[in-house]
């Protein structure tokens, strides 16, 4: 633990309290971010940035407050929290506001999450912008004379952060993260130009494919969208490929948050331990699996995270609430936020679906759409290939899906075994059936 960080909490949270506050919660987070991105082989962006920021709850004669400042000398914080004290008296009470029991603070799992890349202090900047110009070189020299653009990317960082509360909760969680990529735009027909990228984030730099994987990636992804063309409206079967899958999946995890269900802003409200999808609908939130980018010990509440199955076999078991919504519903806290979601891979591939599924659409791509958490509608804008007999056969493109989640959900009829590791959600590709495109 940074003991620096560490002893400006505790110093934190006697300041409050000398000031006049009941109770306290303190955050300081540091972060190192170095950003390089090329195009036209030559760099276009170089940035580094340092910060540390400070985040104090302050509870005081039933009321509550939130605010942040960037300047940690001790002397200007002191004033700082003094203040943030007297303009919290000013608010209005809300008596659903307090810290958590410390009994959630329990049974913390002493685990280490391999969120940390011991090396990353090697990554040099000669390194990263190797890393990158190989990307933008292996996706130029695939793409040919198609290509009108191409732009390669990076970002890591280093984060560090402490969470300490006046009634006996204290956290520390470091961690590191690598996101390789880039996008292409390419020349088709008449004045088609497509684009599309390829991106991987991980924990650690082991995890990471090689440069010219990756450019090649950006290419294959954007080559295969050439030609692309609406279909008319028909009711077929779709696979989402694992990549894109979290981007239909937003507005459901949404749909489970404490707040939105209080708020009378979710469609699964009144929903739990009723099917809202097929029996292959199984939802896992685990916040151990080693290197997970959302890997945790404990929630922005100080609570102690746990594995959960959120739907199992089509069935709503939990939801996401935190201590301040557990309290206004009555209900057991859960966890004020989702870790790592998974939805367990099946036994068969992509190809091998495909051939029992005579004809369909592999999406593989959305575009723009909204989704409302109130009603579970959603609507979105898809790129993909049309299939025949297990073969791809035509681009799609221009064209819909709309349907409402809690229909959604029950077309469920399979999942592929390809995982996607590079992201939160950790899903594999989906298939329903009787899906309307629109089209033509």
Known sequence: MNKELKNLAAWSIETAKSSGADACRVSIDGSRVVEISYRERKPE??????????????????????????????????????????????????????????????????????????????????????????????????????????TAESEDGHEETILMTSNGFEGYEEDTYYVFGG???????????????????????????????????ITSRTMDLMGGKKLKTETLPVIIENRVAPRLMGGFVQAMS???????????????DQKIGSNL???????FVPGGLGSALFDSDGMATKKRIMVDKGVLKEYYVDWYYSRKLGWEPTTARNTNLIIPPGKRSIKEIMKDLDRGIFINGFIGGNSNSTT????????????????????????????????????LAEVANDPWTFSRYRVPSLVFTDVVVSGA
């Open 258 to 272: 404490g707040r939105n269900v209080q708020q009378k802003q979710s469609f699964l409200a009144g929903k739990k």
């Open 376 to 411: 579970g509608d959603t609507s979105v804008g898809i790129m993909g290939k049309l299939f025949e007999n297990g073969e791809f056969t035509q681009t799609v493109a221009e064209m819909n899906i709309a349907d409402n989640y809690l229909n959604f959900w029950h077309k």
């Open 183 to 217: 996008n292409m735009t390419i020349q088709d027909e008449g004045d088609r130009r497509p684009r599309n990228y390829f991106y991987v984030v991980t924990t650690n730099q082991t995890d990471i494919p090689t440069p010219e994987k990756i450019g090649q990636e």
């Open 281 to 287: 609908f199984t939802l896992i939130d685990d916040p």
């Open 45 to 150: 962006n170089i940035k580094e940035a340092s910060k540390k920021n400070l985040s104090i709850d302050i509870f005081v004669k039933g009321r509550y407050s939130n605010q942040s400042t960037s300047d940690l000398r001790k002397e200007p914080l002191k004033k700082f929290i003094s203040n943030a004290v007297e303009t919290t008296k000013l608010l209005a009470e809300d008596p659903y506001r307090s810290l958590p029991d410390p009994k959630y603070f329990e049974n913390m799992v002493k685990q280490d999450l391999k969120i940390l890349d011991p090396n990353y202090q090697k990554l040099t900047p000669e390194k990263r912008h190797e890393i990158v110009k190989s990307i933008e070189n292996a996706a130029l020299t695939a793409g040919g004379d198609k290509v009108i653009s191409v």
